[in-house]
Every structure is written in structure tokens, then in C-alpha cells.
């Protein structure tokens, strides 16, 4: 198997499992979001740190970590605890449709970025799908009376996370450890404070400890959030831009069959005018996307 192929399949796998991870957030309904958040926090760095120990770059960490980027880091990490949050409550609260939406126009969000924070010039077909994705959100936001804000938060906080990390020199894995690193106090100072009852929190409130199937499930979130982005990273050495963007719509593709089909989410006569619009703004972004590469090639 050539190295592109392996690069193919861990870009599937890596997309496969993001796709499917509603499931197993939906199974840790009766813990609360910001709990889940936590101890996804907590086992990431756990797993992370393993990782790295294995490779002996403990060293790369601590540069990260009490080095020039430590703001910058900083400020991703909040910004990718929001993302987390935002998809781990929409799940737990029946917003999983919602979910799946904001990671299909995050590839148009940050074209936009990229204009706007770099002034990257944006092409003919860049526009247009960008135009085609906003009438989709201004057309959720007449018919269902809201604007779609899981969405916009979801796509937003990572579209606006790709852009900080463009400024970090540290490799995605160094970096990732450092941003669960510097949010672990946090982490570790709600479930404390639910343990312990502090802050007018019951005593013994916190999941972990209380059964073993809670237990279990909190503590693969650190497997679940590390094991995707060492296949990502191993794929995009070895597989072309282009190629990955693709795949990548594996992931909300599956979160959205499994919003409707395994958790019966209604699909409403606004989505269904919606999806097609951000299905036909991706497929023109797609089709640009491959004529870049090509002739980039």
C-alpha cells in the first residue's frame, strides 16, 4: 500500500469517527455538557501526554507552553473549548442537525477569514458559494424565526481556531497538548468544586467515580478527541489539499445521518430548503478547490 493510500484511509477514518462522535456524546446525556467538557480536558491531556512522552518531546511542549506563543496557544484553547461545548450541548439538547450544518459551511467561513485576517483575494466561485451558503442561513433564519447560532458558533469557533494556528509554529499534536495543558486547571477546578460542593454546587455531584459506565465513557473522551487527530495529522503529510478538504465532508455528513436516523431529529421544511443550498455552495467550492490543485500540480 503506497504512502498516499495510507494517507487516504486514516483521512476516512479520522472523518468516520468525527462523524459518529454524537453517539457517544448522546450517551452521556445525563452529564452535564460542561462536565463532559472538563473531563474531555483532562483524559486529552492525559492521552496527549502519553503521546508525546512516547516520542520524547516533552521538551517542544514546554517551549510551547512558557515560550512566545503562550498567549496565542491561550487564546486557541479558548476558543476550541467554546467549539467543544457548543457540539457536545447541541448534541445532549437535540440540536445535532443544527451540529452538522456549522461543519459544512466551516470551509466557506474561512475563505471568508482568510480574506478578512490575511487578505487572501477570494475567486468567482469562492463568492458564489459563499453567497449560496448565506442564503441558506438567511433562509433558516426566516423560516424557523431564529438564526441557525448553533451553526454560526460552531463554524465560527473553528474557522476562527484554524486562523490562530496559523500563527503557532508548534506542530498540531505539541500544540494541542499545550491548549488542554493551560485549560486543565479550570477543568480540574469544576470537578473539585462538584466533588467538594463548592460555589453552592452539591457534594458529590460530579459523574466520574459515581458508576462505571459514566466512568468509562468520560475517560475514552481523551482516546475520542486524540485518536482522530493523529490520523488527521498523518494524513495531511501524505495526502493532497484538495483531497482532504473532500473527505472532510465525510464528518457532518455523518453527523447529520446521524442526527436524523439515530436520534429522529426532525428534519423541517426549512432544512430541506436549506441543506440543498449548502450541498450546491460546497460542490462549487469543491470544484474550484480541485482546479487549484490541478493547476498548482
Same mark, same amino acid.
Given at each position: 500500500?503506497?504512502?498516499?493510500?495510507?494517507?487516504?484511509?486514516?483521512?476516512?477514518?479520522?472523518?468516520?469517527?468525527?462523524?459518529?462522535?454524537?453517539?457517544?456524546?448522546?450517551?452521556?446525556? #445525563?452529564?452535564?455538557?460542561? #462536565?463532559?467538557?472538563?473531563?474531555?480536558?483532562?483524559?486529552?491531556?492525559?492521552?496527549?501526554?502519553?503521546?508525546?512522552?512516547?516520542?520524547?518531546?516533552?521538551?517542544?511542549?514546554?517551549?510551547?507552553?512558557?515560550?512566545?506563543?503562550?498567549?496565542?496557544?491561550?487564546?486557541?484553547?479558548?476558543?476550541?473549548?467554546?467549539?467543544?461545548?457548543?457540539?457536545?450541548?447541541?448534541?445532549?439538547?437535540?440540536?445535532?442537525?443544527?451540529?452538522?450544518?456549522?461543519?459544512?459551511?466551516?470551509?466557506?467561513?474561512?475563505?471568508?477569514?482568510?480574506?478578512?485576517? +490575511?487578505?487572501?483575494?477570494?475567486?468567482?466561485?469562492?463568492?458564489?458559494?459563499?453567497?449560496?451558503?448565506?442564503?441558506?442561513?438567511?433562509?433558516?433564519?426566516? #423560516?424557523?424565526?431564529?438564526?441557525?447560532?448553533?451553526?454560526?458558533?460552531?463554524?465560527?469557533?473553528?474557522?476562527?481556531?484554524?486562523?490562530?494556528?496559523?500563527?503557532?509554529?508548534?506542530? &498540531?499534536?505539541?500544540?494541542?497538548?499545550? #491548549?488542554?495543558?493551560?485549560?486543565? &486547571? +479550570?477543568?480540574?477546578?469544576?470537578?473539585?468544586?462538584?466533588?467538594?460542593?463548592?460555589?453552592?454546587?452539591?457534594?458529590?455531584?460530579?459523574?466520574?467515580?459515581?458508576?462505571?459506565?459514566?466512568?468509562?465513557?468520560?475517560?475514552?473522551?481523551?482516546?475520542?478527541?486524540?485518536?482522530?487527530?493523529?490520523?488527521?495529522?498523518?494524513?495531511?503529510?501524505?495526502?493532497?489539499?484538495?483531497?482532504?478538504?473532500?473527505?472532510?465532508?465525510?464528518? &457532518?455528513?455523518?453527523?447529520?445521518?446521524?442526527?436524523?436516523?439515530?436520534?429522529?431529529?426532525?428534519?423541517?421544511?426549512?432544512?430541506?430548503?436549506?441543506?440543498?443550498?449548502?450541498?450546491?455552495?460546497?460542490?462549487?467550492?469543491?470544484?474550484?478547490?480541485?482546479?487549484?490543485?490541478?493547476?498548482?500540480?
Amino acid at each position: 500500500m503506497s504512502e498516499a493510500t495510507k494517507g487516504f484511509w486514516a483521512m476516512v477514518a479520522a472523518c468516520v469517527i468525527w462523524g459518529l462522535s454524537g453517539i457517544y456524546y448522546k450517551a452521556l446525556s #445525563e452529564v452535564p455538557p460542561l #462536565e463532559v467538557l472538563a473531563h474531555r480536558t483532562l483524559w486529552s491531556l492525559v492521552f496527549f501526554g502519553a503521546v508525546l512522552a512516547a516520542q520524547g518531546r516533552f521538551a517542544a511542549l514546554a517551549e510551547a507552553l512558557f515560550g512566545r506563543e503562550t498567549a496565542m496557544l491561550a487564546l486557541s484553547a479558548l476558543v476550541i473549548s467554546i467549539n467543544w461545548f457548543g457540539f457536545i450541548w447541541s448534541v445532549q439538547h437535540g440540536h445535532a442537525v443544527e451540529a452538522s450544518l456549522g461543519y459544512y459551511i466551516f470551509p466557506l467561513v474561512a475563505v471568508t477569514l482568510g480574506v478578512l485576517a +490575511f487578505g487572501e483575494r477570494m475567486s468567482r466561485g469562492q463568492a458564489l458559494a459563499i453567497g449560496l451558503a448565506a442564503c441558506a442561513v438567511a433562509l433558516l433564519t426566516v #423560516e424557523l424565526g431564529r438564526a441557525p447560532w448553533i451553526a454560526l458558533l460552531l463554524a465560527g469557533t473553528f474557522g476562527l481556531y484554524g486562523l490562530l494556528k496559523k500563527r503557532v509554529a508548534a506542530g &498540531p499534536i505539541v500544540s494541542v497538548t499545550a #491548549e488542554v495543558a493551560l485549560l486543565a &486547571p +479550570f477543568a480540574l477546578g469544576l470537578i473539585a468544586a462538584k466533588h467538594f460542593g463548592l460555589f453552592g454546587m452539591a457534594p458529590g455531584s460530579n459523574a466520574f467515580g459515581t458508576d462505571l459506565r459514566s466512568s468509562a465513557l468520560l475517560a475514552f473522551s481523551g482516546v475520542l478527541t486524540g485518536g482522530p487527530l493523529m490520523l488527521f495529522s498523518y494524513a495531511a503529510r501524505r495526502v493532497r489539499l484538495a483531497t482532504v478538504g473532500l473527505i472532510q465532508y465525510l464528518n &457532518p455528513t455523518l453527523q447529520f445521518a446521524v442526527a436524523v436516523f439515530v436520534f429522529g431529529e426532525p428534519f423541517t421544511h426549512a432544512h430541506a430548503l436549506a441543506f440543498p443550498l449548502i450541498w450546491a455552495a460546497l460542490a462549487v467550492y469543491s470544484v474550484v478547490s480541485l482546479r487549484g490543485a490541478a493547476k498548482a500540480g
